[in-house]
Structure formats: C-alpha cells, structure tokens
C-alpha cells in the first residue's frame, strides 16, 4: 500500500472507530471463511460492523483519541467489532460464536463508555438477561411492594367487613330479640 493509501485506510478507520459506542478488540486466529462469513452475517443483522485492519492501521486511527491505551492489545491478529449502542448485542454474539467454535474468537479488550474492558468483564455483560428482561425484572420489583401493600389493606377492609356482619348477624339472631 503506498502512503496515500494507508492515511486515506487510517482517516476512514479512525471514522467508523469514532461513531462506534463500544468496540472490541478480539483475535480471530483459526476461524475459517465459512465461520468468519457466518460470524459477520450475525453481526449486520444486529447493525454491528466487524472489519480486520493492520494493527498499524489501528494505532494510526486511535493515536490522537482517547483509546491510545488500545496500542498495548495490539498484537497479532486483530478484528475490530463496533457497535453503534452499548454493546451488549455483539458481546452476546461474541459470547455464542466462541462457545459454538471451542473459543475461536477471543475478545483482547473492549472499550465501552469511553472506559477500556478486558475480557472478563465482557464475557460477564455477554451473561446479562436482555434489556426486555432486565427492564421486566425492575418493574417487577418495584411493583412488589405495592402489591404487598394493597394485600395488606385488602385484608383489612375484609376483615372489618366480616366483623361488621357478624355483629349484624349476632343482632339479627333469635336469641337476641
């Protein structure tokens, strides 16, 4: 590549690096066609970008931002995965690629929210519920104790209710008149 051509590479790496929310680092050694295909097939449908560039490349894009800590992963093969929103939709992708492929694709690092991640912590957001889930979970929390709340007073209510007609029963009784 001559020069042009690598700043024009880098200018446009450092572009999609930009509009990315998170981005991934992860070494793709031993990954067939067959399986990168399958593996970049799942990542546009969930509208993430998974391309391969020169770790050189990389640096140039990143040299003036705040991922020049990224340099230090930078070290054999190298795939960017970037995402457009918090990244939990191509962890998750990550996550089940690696388990169905015995780890063929390894997560170096993730930056997520301006904050670098290492791997650990991405496989632990790749186990998280969905949002529909998580969101579901919180509304179901606090919903409880308002359901405890209205059981509680409903079982007041009643019980003054059955109070109030065994009095009535009581003065209505035979015995009584």
Known sequence: MLRKEKQAVAEDLKKRIEGATSIFLADFTG?????????RRDFKQSNVG??????TLIKRAVADGLLVGLNDYLRGPT???LSPD???AAAKII??????HDSALNVKVAVMADKIVDSSKVKDLANLPGREVLISLLMGSLNSPLVGLVSVLNGTVSRVVRVLDRIRQVKQSPENN
Do not use: R
């Not at 990954?31 to 593996?39: P, W």
């Not at 998974?50 to 770790?55: D, E, G, H, I, T």
């Open 79 to 81: 795939a960017l995965v």
């Open 31 to 39: 990954i067939n066609v067959k399986d990168i295909t399958e593996l």
């Open 86 to 88: 918090e990244g939990i």
């Open 50 to 55: 998974y391309l391969v560039a020169k770790n």
């Open 95 to 100: 996550s089940v690629f690696a388990k169905e």
